[in-house]
Structures are given as structure tokens and as C-alpha cells.
């Protein structure tokens, strides 16, 4: 179980960093595991070059590593685990794509971003996939600070979208599992690269 787990998440940060959403070391992905545990990606590893070996079992509510001798958890485990404590996703997504995070970066956090009649909103699982408020959380610089607002948050809000901001910093999305997870990063990345480029869907139909 664990060592699938290790190898699905080596394999898909590999990819993720191909695409340019991890540069250098920056990006950490989870899965959640049964027991209260879940598979975190070392901290400082290159994401291009990950193997099972760089990941950390850790507690599922508090990212603490069972091995206290063992590599480093990434530093934003924390935000791994507010998503655990707070939500039923099995894996978690946080990285530095381009779009989302030129988004991220022209708030200053606290306002949520509004999102209304993105094809792509379909994507997410929504209750109602018209429109949803993307939440966008200040970057503190202490990640436990980020983490507490983020597990408040998602705590008091239950139909909030699987996805989050982090203001100047990136993005978190999560899901069932995975590619779950990988496909709602891929849907909002999608629907940033339109905010960049200045698209704002209309509510008449075309033809
Ligand atoms: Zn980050």
C-alpha cells in the first residue's frame, strides 16, 4: 500500500514538474493512507528527479513525521493536513503552475476570487458547477498560521471548492485521490490562464 502510494506520487510529481508546475525543488503532493496516516513528499528533493524514497509518512491530522530520524516532511505539510482534518480527500496537490499563481500573486489575500460560467468549473465537483468563490489565503510567513485559516475555513464553509489559493505563492487543490486532485489543478489552471488573459465568460449563449 505504501510503497504504491510512494511510487504514484514520485511518478506524478515527475510529471507535474515537466509541465513547469514544480520548479526546482518548490511543489509537494500527499495521499491520504488508512490508520490516520498519509505519504508526503521530502522537502528539498528535486521534483524532476523524485523516487519513492523521497516521500514521509506523517500524521494525517497535524503532518508530524513518524520517523522523527527520517527525511524531512516538505515544509507546507501542514497545508496537507488542514485539507485531511477538514475534508474526505485522499490526495493533496500543492504547486506553482504559472497561471494560478500569476492570479495568486495579484491578490493580497482574504477577498476569494469568483468564478461564474467557466466551462471548466465542471470540473471540480461542484454542487453547482455555474460558479464558485476560490478562496485566497494570505501568505503568511509562518506555514502553520496559513494552515490554521485554511482548516477554519474549510471547516465553516462545507461546499467550498476542492481548491484554494495562497496569495503571491500558488495553488493547493485535492480530491479522492490523485488524478482526481491532478485533474481539478489542471481544470483551475485552465480557468487562471483565461483570468490572464483577460477572458470573462458571457451569459449569452454564442449563435
Ligand atoms: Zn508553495
Redesign the pocket.
Known amino acids: 500500500m505504501t510503497i504504491h502510494a510512494a511510487t504514484a506520487l514520485a511518478a506524478c510529481s515527475r510529471s507535474l514538474y515537466q509541465r513547469g508546475w514544480m520548479p526546482g525543488t518548490?511543489?509537494?503532493l500527499s495521499v491520504r493512507l488508512p490508520e490516520g496516516l498519509a505519504l508526503v513528499t521530502a522537502s528539498g528533493r528535486d521534483k524532476g528527479e523524485l523516487t519513492a524514497a523521497d516521500t514521509v509518512l506523517v500524521d494525517d491530522r497535524n503532518g508530524v513525521p513518524l520517523d522523527p530520524d527520517g527525511p524531512r516532511a516538505s515544509a507546507?505539510t501542514g497545508i496537507h493536513a488542514a485539507v485531511y482534518r477538514t475534508t474526505d480527500a485522499g490526495a493533496v496537490i500543492?504547486?506553482?503552475p504559472p497561471y494560478a499563481t500569476a492570479i495568486a500573486c495579484r491578490s493580497g489575500g482574504g477577498a476569494p476570487l469568483r468564478l461564474e460560467r467557466f466551462e471548466l468549473l465542471k470540473g471540480l465537483g461542484l454542487a453547482d458547477p455555474s460558479r464558485t468563490e476560490l478562496p485566497v489565503f494570505r501568505n503568511w510567513p509562518e506555514v502553520p498560521r496559513i494552515a490554521d485559516e485554511i482548516a477554519a475555513h474549510l471547516a465553516a464553509t462545507p461546499d467550498a471548492p476542492p481548491g484554494l489559493l495562497?496569495a503571491g505563492?500558488?495553488i493547493t487543490t485535492w480530491g479522492a485521490d490523485l488524478a482526481q486532485a491532478r485533474n481539478r489543478l489542471e481544470c483551475l489552471e485552465a480557468i487562471c490562464q483565461l483570468l490572464v488573459l483577460g477572458v470573462e465568460p458571457t451569459e449569452r449563449p454564442i449563435g
Do not use: A, L, Y
Open positions: 518548490s511543489g509537494n507546507e500543492h504547486v506553482h495562497i505563492h500558488g
